[in-house]
């Protein structure tokens, strides 16, 4: 049984590289790769439920539905598929604007909806948008605002607070058009992996706390929140994941 973070990471990435060698849709790989597109892409507002969600990355199909399925919810669903993917073959890469922009492409390459609006894809933003009533960085001050934050990044300490603040001001600069809080959320994940930290996946029950703890952040009372949430989360991802291991 694995006790320990530093045991837990190294059973991860040896059965996340394994696993997905054998196109093994059983293990925790697979188990990860729906867990984390499922409730990232919900948080997002997805329509597709997790057994749809299983059905799409085992299969690459979907149940039959009375409903009607939305393209996008599809695209992006397969997107966050490849965008994980890519997330582990860059482990041994460190965290910049370009790798950031890869993980973007991935995700959003395959939507057509996007494309149509004329959105950056794998690029920063060219319009200016905002996270409900809050204004985020201008398009054209993106990229000094994502040096700086990658500079303060790489000279902080390995703690989950930091990543906890890192989050926050990524999503506070919002650098895509849209696909910011799964690109977010999915480097949040990479970045626990390569501190050997238990990952963070957060999940879509969690969706008004953790809203509101980037809101709390946002309005200056600081990570204390969103750290206490990342916890919970890393909990509840070990717990998952004990079933897998012998």
């Known amino acids: 049984m694995c006790d320990y973070n530093n045991d837990f990471l190294t059973f991860l990435l040896e059965r996340f590289k394994i696993e997905r060698q054998k196109f093994d849709r059983s293990g925790v790989y697979a188990y990860t790769q729906r867990l984390l597109a499922y409730n990232s892409n919900k948080i997002e ?3 597709l439920t997790e057994e749809q969600t ?94 700086q934050l990658l500079h303060w990044y790489k000279n902080q300490a390995e703690d989950l607070s930091v ?45 008004h706390e953790y809203l509101d703890a980037l809101k709390a952040y946002q309005d200056g009372n600081g990570i204390s929140r969103l750290t206490e949430l990342f916890r919970k989360e890393q909990n509840f991802y070990f717990e998952k994941c004990r079933y897998f291991i012998a």
């Open 45 to 47: 507002g997805s329509t």
């Open 54 to 147: 299983a059905s799409l990355f085992d299969h690459g199909t979907l149940p039959r539905s009375e409903d009607y399925y939305r393209a996008k919810d599809v695209e992006e669903m397969n997107g966050h598929f490849l965008m994980f993917n890519r997330m582990l073959d860059t482990l041994n890469e460190p965290l910049t604007q370009r790798l950031i922009k890869q993980f973007h492409y991935e995700l959003k390459s395959g939507v057509f909806e996007d494309r149509a609006n004329g959105y950056a894809i794998g690029d920063y933003k060219k319009r200016p948008n905002m996270i409900g009533m809050y204004q985020t960085i201008r398009p054209d001050e993106v990229a000094d605002e994502m040096n």
């Open 163 to 207: 990543l906890a603040e890192f989050h926050a001001r990524y999503e506070s600069i919002h650098p895509f058009q849209d696909g910011n809080g799964r690109t977010g959320r999915l480097i949040l994940f990479r970045e626990c992996l390569i501190q050997k930290m238990i990952p963070v996946i957060i999940e879509d029950a969690n969706r």
